[in-house]
């Protein structure tokens, strides 16, 4: 039985979320797809060295790419993923590992950048051509990141959709890459070291994250006082959620934004030299 914000009663489940249970794709499997992601990326690292040695690769990024792979095998693999297909405060857990933690490190490990160092130079050509191309463009947008990642969370959790979705094990696949995905997107239009032709200056940059913590912060109160919410899950564990959302999308959003600010280079103004001369810029 559910009251008239679409939470169930307190002392009842309502397992229409949660009775497809673990999704059926065994956890050695997915470990090791992670793993063969990561020596692929290593791979390419000790290629890059040894074309430019000069230039090399930073461990840094090596060491955030790693973090982020390591992140979501936390999400995908047991014991976080079983308590999130029997708990909703295990899915919003692996909600932001998934869509906001591990995205953030692995945009920071620049993929894109790392390819087109090691790429024959046709193939960066294609792949630099498709990042400067329109339909590149329109996705690294920062209205379109903002869209996908934070504007979808008001569809999925106000309407039957997540119910929908967790139904069967394919949507829960489904929901994983979105999640990866958009959050990947939207770190990458932020903060992200690669290349994006379509990303506005530092300060445009940080008005759409405060438009992103905003919406997140609303949605969590709503859903923490079940105002028009629609997940079949007992009361206390949708609040539990709403908590989970709104401190940890919190933490999440501060290293976004310190990521952002890091990069952030204002131009010093040179007074001209003596004889009229402009200054030169080292």
């Known amino acids: 039985m559910t009251d008239h914000h679409g939470l169930t009663d307190h002392g009842v489940m309502d397992h ?11 956890a050695p499997v997915l470990a090791l797809i992670v793993l063969t992601v990561l020596i692929a990326y290593l791979h390419l690292v000790r290629r890059a060295r ?22 979501s095998a936390v999400a995908l693999l047991p014991p976080v993923a079983t308590f999130a297909h029997t708990d909703f405060r295990g899915h ?11 995205p953030l490190a692995l945009v920071l490990g620049a993929p894109v950048t790392l390819l087109l160092r090691t790429l024959p130079v046709a193939g960066a050509r294609r792949l630099s051509a498709v990042v400067h191309s329109r339909a590149g463009r329109l996705p690294a947008h920062p209205a379109t990141a903002l869209l996908l990642s ?20 394919a949507g829960h696949w489904l929901l994983h890459a979105h999640f990866l995905l958009s959050g990947c997107l939207f770190a990458h239009v932020i903060a992200g070291p690669d290349p994006a032709p379509a990303r506005p200056g530092v300060r445009a940059r940080l008005v759409y994250l405060g438009c992103a913590i905003f919406v ?22 949708v609040r539990g959620g709403a908590e989970i959302m709104y401190y940890g999308g919190d933490i999440a959003e501060l290293l976004l934004a310190a990521a952002l600010v890091s990069t952030w280079r204002p131009e010093r103004r040179s007074r001209p030299g003596r004889m009229g001369l402009k200054p030169v810029r080292t």
């Open 16 to 26: 229409g979320a949660h009775s497809a249970g673990s999704p059926g794709v065994p």
């Open 50 to 71: 040894r074309r430019n040695p000069v230039a090399g690769w930073s461990r840094w990024r090596a060491a955030c790419f790693a973090t982020g792979l390591a992140l």
């Open 92 to 102: 919003m857990l692996q909600h932001l590992l998934i869509g906001m933690y591990a």
């Open 150 to 169: 934070t504007g979808s969370l008001v569809v999925l959790y106000f309407t039957p959709l997540y119910n929908a979705v967790m139904a069967r094990p």
């Open 216 to 237: 997140h912060a609303v949605v969590a109160q709503l859903m923490y006082g079940g105002f028009w919410v629609d997940v079949h899950a007992p009361i206390a564990e």
